[in-house]
């Protein structure tokens, strides 16, 4: 359906559990954040319920995460339930990549299109240090699973922090050039446990001209979406690049998308505090109809931008949004 600054809204993010198995730096604090009860999470029945109505009207695309979706016990049925909706083309779903070489086959057959796995360096001791607990070779193994069954394209989301992993641009340049893995920079936001640091962030462009200093880019028509990403083929490359510059470029006007937490709320926009419950009508007996009216209502409420550079705080961190 078309929002008030006339763009189409087609895509939910839904998060499925605010739980985490890691305590990336940037996200949240080393004791992580306070965690709602399971008794205020959607199950996994409405969150299937929702996405029923948000096909009404007119969401045909679907993402799960987090927190960390693969933390969510049942996760394999819920895709498989999504993934039988009519309305929906897609379910698709972003994970920091742990546990990922055990279920990226089950997840491939119960109807899984593609994965993105976070991660920010490719060096060992580095991504223990960030995610504070992770074992890299974990992630390496998800990643190659999720090749093997065929989650295409693999998409890897380098989040940039100046000082900590600006020095590895070129390697993962390097990696979209070897493998079939498509790199998407993103800049940092702040949000979370990164609001305390805004020292950290580092412009898309900067990286794209150290890039394209070693790396000709080509520009790409958006790789299966039209979301966020401006995508680049490295030439000769079997992968590419994508950039997303939520601080340096809005691309609001080109924002398709809803969020759905995972204690049942509908956010309009990331960077913004509205939010509109669905969980509590959907719990109190409200008709498919009722809810597909309060999913319109939250299209309508969209901002026609986002403000980060104001110095409003968005109060949630990442893994309670669904980043
Ligand atoms: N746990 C899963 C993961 O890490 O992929 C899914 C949830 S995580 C919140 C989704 C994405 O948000 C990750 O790629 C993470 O790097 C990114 N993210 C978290 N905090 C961020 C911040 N302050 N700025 C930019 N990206 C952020
Ligand atoms: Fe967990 Fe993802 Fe946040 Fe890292 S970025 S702490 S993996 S939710």
Redesign the pocket.
């Known amino acids: 359906m078309e929002d008030a600054f006339r763009r189409q809204i087609n895509y939910l993010r839904i998060a499925i559990t605010d739980r985490?198995n890691l305590r990336?730096r940037?996200?949240m604090p080393a004791t992580g954040v306070p965690l709602k009860s399971h008794q205020d999470i959607l199950r996994l029945e409405e969150i299937v319920t929702i996405a029923r109505v948000a096909g009404r009207t007119g969401i045909n695309r679907i993402r799960l995460?987090?927190?960390?979706?693969l933390v969510r016990k049942n996760v394999v049925t819920l895709v498989r339930e999504l993934a039988k909706l009519p309305a929906i083309k897609e379910v698709s779903l972003?994970?920091?990549g742990i546990f990922l070489s055990g279920l990226a086959r089950a997840l491939k057959e119960a109807g899984l299109s593609r994965v993105?796995i976070?991660l920010?360096t490719l060096k060992k001791e580095r991504y223990r240090y960030i995610t504070r607990r992770g074992n890299i070779s974990s992630v390496w193994q998800g990643i190659h699973a999720a090749l093997a069954v065929g989650l295409a394209p693999v998409k890897l989301?380098v989040?940039v922090t100046r000082g900590f992993n600006d020095d590895e641009i070129l390697d993962f340049a390097r990696l979209a050039q070897e493998e079939p893995l498509h790199i998407r920079f993103?800049e940092?936001?702040p949000?979370?446990a990164?609001a305390a640091s805004a020292g950290g962030y580092v412009s898309m462009e900067e990286i794209k001209s150290q890039i394209s200093r070693v790396y000709p880019l080509e520009p790409l028509a958006d790789l299966v979406t039209n979301g966020p990403a401006v995508n680049f083929k490295v030439a000769g490359g079997k992968g590419s690049i994508g950039f997303i510059s939520a601080m340096s470029s809005h691309f609001c006007h080109r924002c398709n998308r809803l969020r759905l937490t995972a204690d049942g709320k509908l956010r309009p926009c990331l960077y913004w505090d509205g939010e509109i419950d669905i969980k509590g009508p959907l719990r109190a007996g409200a008709s498919e109809a009722e809810l597909a009216a309060i999913f319109a209502r939250a299209v309508t409420l969209k901002p026609a931008e986002h403000h980060m550079e104001t110095g409003w705080r968005q109060p949630r961190v990442?893994?309670q949004i669904g980043?």
């Open positions: 985490c990336c940037y996200c995460t987090g927190g960390e979706p972003t994970t920091n993105n976070s920010d989301n989040v993103i940092l936001m949000i979370g990164a990442m893994s980043g």
